[in-house]
């Protein structure tokens, strides 16, 4: 018999029909009889009192009691001819923190049960309860937990969406050539892209070794037929990603170009204006050394004198570079 579900954060019973109802966290925890639906426990598994009870169910095998309780952070899928359990990836569901954060989910589930635990406040588990507690009907273990996985995918999906939004909103400033920060932009854009495509990579990888294991008996057929589902929307998930990393690095080489083009411009104009003034600068010098017999020293406008000489030399210097084709 179990001990009390002391740690449990919520626990829901589903009947042979799928619809749940709250279990009293004072309550023994025990699965529910084949056929006549499934237990859904979640835990922090942070706390000392829920690693306690993880440690004394018995319904729990020893290797998926050990994986819940693990610190590793790495997506896993592991079962046997009864269970699956293992890690991925989610989104961390903390107002206070960063929402981008990816941290892990464990699970495991069996004939009658799923459990699932996290250390920090995630987004598939939160919806998930969300969907229960409006009625959403669950038809085992297996479905609960391609909901699940399903909540993740719509988080990405949604990030998705918002970064390929701020994609096109750069390139228009690009095309437009009113270029501000949008260099800055990208950087956030390209992490968000590469957090993504980890995510996805972390998912991909268990669900296609679970789903094309030659050497699995017929045991999981329910299981891998939802992994192999989401793994054809995780597939196409990872090239719209792949998509925005590609218009991401074409729009840093775009921006890297225009602005050196506008360097190159600027540039040029300086280029320009020091060559127009160094004549005017080697009269004034000349003019102004304090050596005897400088001409126009003892007029009283020699002044506009060396100012035309001065100006003549750049307007010279002006015809010497249109003539090589500086202006061309």
């Not at 709250?22 to 426990?41: C, S």
């Not at 996805?200 to 268990?206: K, N, T």
């Not at 008996?217 to 589902?229: F, I, L, M, P, Y």
Request: glycine content about 8%.
């Amino acid at each position: 018999m179990a001990r009390p579900a002391s740690g449990v954060i919520w626990a829901y019973r589903f009947d042979g029909e799928g619809r749940a109802r709250p279990v009293p966290l004072d309550d023994t925890i025990v699965p529910t009889a084949p056929g006549e639906g499934f237990l859904w426990v979640h835990l922090d598994v942070v706390n000392r009192l829920a690693r306690d009870w993880v440690n004394c169910v018995g319904w729990l095998g020893q290797d998926a009691r050990r994986l819940l309780l693990s610190a590793d952070d790495y997506p896993a899928l592991e079962y046997d001819t009864q269970s699956v359990w293992g890690r991925f990836s989610d989104t961390l569901q903390d107002p206070d923190e960063d929402s981008d954060r990816t941290v892990p989910m464990r699970f495991a589930f069996g004939p009658g049960y799923l459990v699932s635990g996290r250390r920090h406040p995630v987004r598939a588990a939160a919806l998930t309860r969300k969907k229960v507690d409006g009625g959403q009907v669950v038809g085992g273990p297996v479905a609960l937990f391609e909901m699940m996985i399903d909540q993740v995918l719509r988080a990405v999906a949604e990030t998705l969406r918002a970064s390929r939004a701020e994609a096109d909103s750069i390139e228009d400033r690009v095309l437009d050539e009113s270029l501000h920060d949008e260099s800055r932009r990208l950087g956030p854009l390209r992490r968000t892209a590469v957090k993504l495509h980890r995510q996805l990579s972390g998912l991909r990888s268990i669900l296609r070794e679970f789903a094309e294991d030659e050497h699995a008996d017929d045991s999981h057929v329910a299981s891998r037929a939802a992994a192999e589902r989401l793994l054809r929307r995780i597939e196409t998930l990872d090239q719209e990603v792949q998509e925005v990393q590609d218009r991401a690095r074409f729009l840093q080489d775009e921006i890297a170009a225009k602005l050196a083009t506008i360097s190159n411009r600027h540039l040029y104009f300086l280029s320009i204006m020091t060559a127009l003034l160094m004549p005017p600068t080697l009269v004034t010098g000349f003019f102004g050394m304090n050596t005897g017999g400088l001409p126009f020293l003892e007029g009283a406008h020699g002044w506009i004198s060396a100012t035309l000489i001065g100006g003549l030399a750049s307007v010279c210097t002006l015809l010497l570079l249109k003539r090589l084709g500086f202006f061309d």
